[in-house]
Every structure is written in C-alpha cells, then in structure tokens.
Nanobody
Framework: QVELLQSGGGLVQPGGSLRLSCVAS????????MGWFRQAPGKEREFVAG????????RYGPSAKGRFTISRDKATNTGYLQMNNLELEDTAVYYC??????????????????????WGQGTQVTVSS
C-alpha cells in the first residue's frame, strides 16, 4: 500500500520561495497522477497543480499559474512543488495526492479532490512579513 510522505513548507516572507516534496513509500507510485492541493482556514481544498506520473499534460490551478512548478522524479518516487513569488494568500496547508484517471480517448481527470485515492499528511506553508 502506497503512503505519501510530505516534507518542506514552513514560514517565508512575501516574494520568497519554497519547495514541497512528496515521496511515495511502501510501493511504487502506480497512480495516474500526482496532484497538489491546498486548504486555507475556513476554505475548501483547492487544486494547485497536477502531473501525470508517466508523462502528459501538466495542469495548474488559477492560483499557481506562472508562479508554481510541479515536477516528479520517477526514479525516486518523488513529486515536487516549487513555489516562487509567494503571496500572503498562499498561506495554507498543502497536500499531495495520488489518483486520477485517463481514458483511451485522451481525456484525463486529476484536478478534483474526489478523484484522488491517497493523500499525504499535509504541510503548513505560511507567508508572512
């Protein structure tokens, strides 16, 4: 059974950068995609970015475009979320997840919370001056 273990996060000033990591342990990452979501206090979990594990179109949520970059290293079963030019509004708990589906038609689904089967433990990112 795959477990996702997150690291990274912490306190950063506005304009700063952080990199989050998500390691799949216990078994090979066999899900279609790895995604990153975040949840701020009092708000719903929000899609940040997703990457098909074996290649394909990367997707970003509106808040991430132009500032965040998702990547993965298949050799180490690790996914990354590089976050640059962080803003106060980026403060949230960030979660990585494994899940999603793709069909022969080329349609794939990995941007909604319910499409994911396993989650990391979450890591706090606080942007503050």
């Amino acid at each position: 059974q795959v477990e996702l273990l997150q690291s990274g996060g912490g306190l950063v000033q506005p304009g700063g950068s952080l990199r989050l990591s998500c390691v799949a342990s216990g078994d090979t990452f066999t899900f279609y995609a790895m995604g990153w979501f975040r949840q701020a206090p009092g708000k719903e979990r929000e899609f940040v970015a997703g990457i098909p594990w074996s290649g394909g179109q990367i997707r970003y949520g509106p808040s991430a475009k132009g500032r965040f970059t998702i990547s993965r290293d298949k050799a180490t079963n690790t996914g990354y979320l590089q976050m640059n030019n962080l803003e106060l509004e980026d403060t949230a708990v960030y979660y990585c997840g494994g899940g999603g589906k793709a069909y022969q038609s080329g349609v794939s689904y990995f941007t909604l919370e319910h499409e994911y089967d396993v989650w990391g433990q979450g890591t706090q990112v606080t942007v503050s001056s």
